[in-house]
Antibody, heavy 125, light 107 residues
Framework: QVQLVESGGGVVQPGRSLRLSCAAS????????MHWVRQAPGKGLEWVAL????????YHADSVKGRFTISRDNSKNTLYLQMNSLRADDTAVYFC??????????????????WGQGTLVTVSS | DIQMTQSPSSLSASVGDRVTITCRAS??????LNWYQQKPGKAPNLLIY???SLQSGVPSRLSGSGSGTDFTLTISSLQPEDSATYYCQQSYSTPRTFGQGTKLEIK
């Protein structure tokens, strides 16, 4: 079955860096667009970044642009999020997400079908 | 960016009730609208994609409708296991924005 397992979270001081990883199994990782979505404590879901199946296209939310970088290694079935210059408001559970694409009535429909369990990042001095 | 607004932010209903949650987009998104359910301490789970298509394994008492800017998620007969927070999300454009969530409690 599909599994996405995040790791790398923890407590980090403001201004420091952290790299999250997401190990994928049970599906053809190299064919899927992947995302990071985060959720601050007691808050809603916030999309963070996406990377195309081959890594050629990347997009980041304005809130993390210039500080976070999404990447992937298809040979290792692993997704990454490099987080630099961390701030207190980056404190959140970070979810790794696999996007499924369906063709419906000549439209290309994307949805977040596969989610990891999340890893908690706490930015605090 | 496309803004997604859900209403209500929270609601309380009884087992067997019919419940409706609405989601409004700041511009037309055709049918590029998904609904997710999240229970405490868990990852979200896809319920409905393309505004009205039920994800495999999701009970048929849940349904979605709408297109353009206005969408609804309906639970026809509320069950105890439906207690959760529900999010809409647009997949029309990047960034893939979510609504702020609707917390559904069982009386």
């Amino acid at each position: 079955q599909v599994q996405l397992v995040e790791s790398g979270g923890g407590v980090v001081q403001p201004g420091r860096s952290l790299r999250l990883s997401c190990a994928a199994s049970g599906f053809t990782f190299s064919s899927y667009t992947m995302h990071w979505v985060r959720q601050a404590p007691g808050k809603g879901l916030e999309w963070v970044a996406l990377i195309s199946y081959d890594g050629s296209n990347k997009y980041h939310a304005d809130s993390v642009k210039g500080r976070f970088t999404i990447s992937r290694d298809n040979s290792k079935n692993t997704l990454y999020l490099q987080m630099n210059s961390l701030r207190a408001d980056d404190t959140a559970v970070y979810f790794c997400v696999g996007e499924r694409i369906r063709q419906i009535n000549m439209a290309t429909i994307q949805s977040f079908d596969y989610w990891g369990q999340g890893t908690l990042v706490t930015v605090s001095s | 960016d496309i803004q997604m607004t859900q209403s209500p932010s929270s609601l309380s209903a009884s087992v067997g009730d019919r419940v409706t949650i609405t989601c409004r987009a700041s511009q037309s998104i055709s049918s590029y609208l998904n609904w997710y359910q999240q229970k405490p301490g868990k990852a979200p789970n896809l319920l409905i994609y393309a505004a009205s298509s039920l994800q495999s394994g999701v009970p048929s008492r849940l349904s979605g409708s709408g297109s353009g800017t206005d969408f609804t998620l309906t639970i026809s007969s509320l069950q105890p296991e439906d207690s959760a927070t529900y999010y809409c999300q647009q997949s029309y454009s990047t960034p893939r924005t979510f609504g702020q969530g609707t917390k559904l409690e069982i009386k």
